[in-house]
Each structure stands twice: as C-alpha cells, then as structure tokens.
C-alpha cells in the first residue's frame, strides 16, 4: 500500500515568512497529492490538490509542486499570516494515506 | 458543508463491549473512509469503501470492521473495544470521478474506552 512521510512534524515561522513542508510518497501509480488544513477542533478541510500531470499549482498564497521522478512533493506558503497555524496533511492516491501532520505556527 | 454525518459525536464505553459508529452521507459519493486520529500520528486509514459491499483494509484496521449495506451509510465498528482504540474518528467521502476529487469530512467522533 501508500506510504506517506511528511516532514517537519512542527514549523514555526515569523508573520509574513514562507512556510514549506514536504511529502514524499511510496507508490509511483498514485496520482492525485491534496493538501488539508485542520484548525484546532475541527475537521481536515482540502486547501490545494494537484494531480501527476500538472508539476505545480497556485492559488493565492499557497502553492503546490509535484516531482514524480524523486516522489515528492511540498506544499508553500507565502507572506504567513496568523490564521494560516494549523495543522497540515499530506496525502496520496484517491485511497487517501495521509501523512503525520505538520503543526504550522506563525508568531506575531 | 457536504452533507456528511457522524453518529454519535461522543461516546463513552467499556473495555471489552462492542461499539458501532455511523457514517451517513447525502451526496451520493462512491468512495467512504475511516479514519483514526491520535497525537502525533495524523490520520490513519483504518478502512475504506469504494461502493456498496466493496471495502477494503487500511493501515491500522485491526480490531475493526466495517460495513456498507447502502450507498449512504458506512458503519465502523469495535467488536471488543480496548483502550488503544481511544480515539477521534473521521469519515470522509468523496467522488473520485469527473472533475471535483475533493474528499469531505465528518465532524468527528471523540470515542473513549475505560
């Protein structure tokens, strides 16, 4: 099955610094990489996802890169803000093996 | 929000009984998951179903079981619950086909086994 790593487990930037986490992933048939957000007490919300035929996409703030040749990919975020603290998952494939979180924390 | 439902929202039981969670959606998804949460592990697929009848294993799915009779609901359930099973539980849904592949999630099941 689909192994997820996601690295750092904890980020910690200044308002107004990037952010950027990495994944990478096991199995070179998933083709779908969605990013979630989970504030505190709520559930996983999708923020960005990219599939394999696209290297990378951007919405606003935040941007996503795909290399399928190494199998990985990261999630960045740009100009942080304090609403952007949260936990972030990776995930793979639409079986949806997620990765461990990272807890983003953007200090004022 | 997508229409997804978890039933109950909390649940408090004892070690060794059987516990049944509920998963009911309103927007016709094929695909279903559980998944367990815990502190510093994310989220872990515990099971998944890709239509009705069709289920499959996850990562962690021992000492759990699932069922999916109808297209609206996936049951988890615990047969012997134990305190490594104290958890959140999510289902999450979603319809990989045609444009829109975002998976929906429930509110989340905060189930403590003493």
């Known amino acids: 099955g689909e192994n997820v790593e996601q690295h750092p487990s904890t980020l910690s930037v200044q308002e107004g610094d990037s952010a950027v986490i990495k994944c990478t992933y096991s199995d070179s048939a998933s083709n779908y990489f969605p990013w979630y957000k989970q504030e505190l007490g709520k559930r996983p919300q999708l923020i960005i996802d990219?599939?394999?035929?696209?290297g990378e996409k951007k919405d606003q703030r935040i941007a996503v890169t795909l290399n399928k040749t190494a199998k990985h990919f990261s999630l960045h975020i740009t100009e942080t803000q304090p609403e952007d603290s949260a936990v972030y998952f990776c995930a793979a494939s639409y079986k949806l093996s997620f990765g461990a979180g990272t807890t983003v924390t953007v200090r004022a | 929000d997508a229409g997804i439902t978890q039933s109950p929202r909390h649940k408090v039981t004892e070690t060794g009984t059987p516990v049944t969670l509920r998963c009911h959606q309103t927007?016709?998804?094929?695909?279903m998951y559980w998944y367990r949460q815990d502190p510093g592990h994310g989220l872990r697929l515990i099971h998944y179903s890709y239509g009705v009848k069709d289920t499959d294993k996850g990562e962690v799915s021992d000492g759990y079981s699932v069922s999916r009779s109808k297209t609206e609901d996936f049951l988890l359930t615990l047969e012997s619950a134990t305190s490594s099973q104290t958890s959140v539980y999510f289902c999450?849904?979603?319809?990989?086909?045609?444009?829109?592949?975002?998976?929906?999630f429930g509110q989340g099941t905060r189930l403590t086994v003493v």
């Open positions: 927007e016709n998804h094929r695909y």
């Open positions: 999450a849904i979603s319809e990989p086909t045609g444009g829109n592949t975002e998976a929906f």
């Open positions: 990219i599939r394999s035929n696209v």
